[in-house]
């Protein structure tokens, strides 16, 4: 069965660096997403991309994060400048337009820990 | 804005019925879905409801969703040891694709 991948599983940092988490979504699917979950916390949605293009975005989604589709296959989340609070598991999903199941597919996600 | 709720924590015992709770707010849903969350692991759909459904059956899963009071339920018959992990309701309504997650349900299943 096809699925999500992401890398690294375990991102380690330093506060104030740029951190880029990588995902591969279902190759057929047409629309990319970013999740984070705060550990202990609900699992919040950052952005969606459609078309190489920003869709939609969360009030987290700020200057510092950036998500680019750089090739066919990879999708990646980029954070410029990483805070402590940006500690979290961040969940890459995809979509594809007339797939039979109407959800998104959800990677194993990337725990980022910024000291 | 929308808002999901569920109950952070039940417990069973083995052969058991498992019934997690759900309500939500955002009376536009289009979609309500169950992921499941195992330690170390990623979300793993498990099942979805359309809204217009009352029910949805899948093997051992029943999902009844109530849209008046907007409550979803799951609903695992002859719980096992393996379903043990944290259950996740959410929601998509028909102007956005974007999933709203509740806060999670941890089922510890004891034998």
């Known amino acids: 069965e096809p699925e999500v991948t992401q890398t690294p599983s375990h991102q380690v940092t330093q506060m104030g660096q740029e951190v880029i988490l990588r995902c591969v979504p279902i190759?057929?699917?047409?629309?990319f997403y970013w999740y984070r979950q705060i550990l202990g916390q609900k699992v919040e949605f950052l952005v969606s991309f459609y078309n190489n293009e920003i869709s939609e975005k969360s009030e987290i989604f700020d200057d510092q994060f950036s998500v680019e589709r750089p090739d066919g296959s990879n999708f990646t989340l980029k954070i410029r400048s990483t805070k402590l609070e940006d500690s979290a598991m961040y969940f890459c999903a995809s979509w594809g337009q007339g797939s039979s199941t109407d959800t998104q597919y959800f990677g194993p996600g990337t725990r980022l820990t910024v000291l | 804005g929308e808002d999901v709720e569920q109950s952070l924590f039940l417990s069973v015992r083995e052969g058991d019925s498992s019934v997690i709770n759900c309500t939500y707010t955002?009376?536009?849903?289009?979609?309500l879905y169950w992921y499941k969350q195992e330690p170390g692991a990623g979300l793993q759909l498990l099942t979805y409801i359309f809204s217009n459904m009352d029910m949805k059956q899948d093997q051992r899963l029943t999902v009844l969703l109530n849209k008046k009071d907007k409550h979803l339920s799951l609903r695992i018959a002859d719980t096992q040891t393996g379903d043990s992990a944290i259950y996740f309701c959410?929601?998509?309504?028909?102007?956005?694709?974007?999933?709203?997650f509740g806060t999670g349900t941890r089922l510890q299943v004891f034998p």
């Open positions: 190759s057929n699917h047409l629309y």
């Open positions: 959410a929601e998509s309504s028909y102007n956005t694709d974007k999933l709203i």
């Open positions: 955002d009376s536009s849903s289009t979609y």
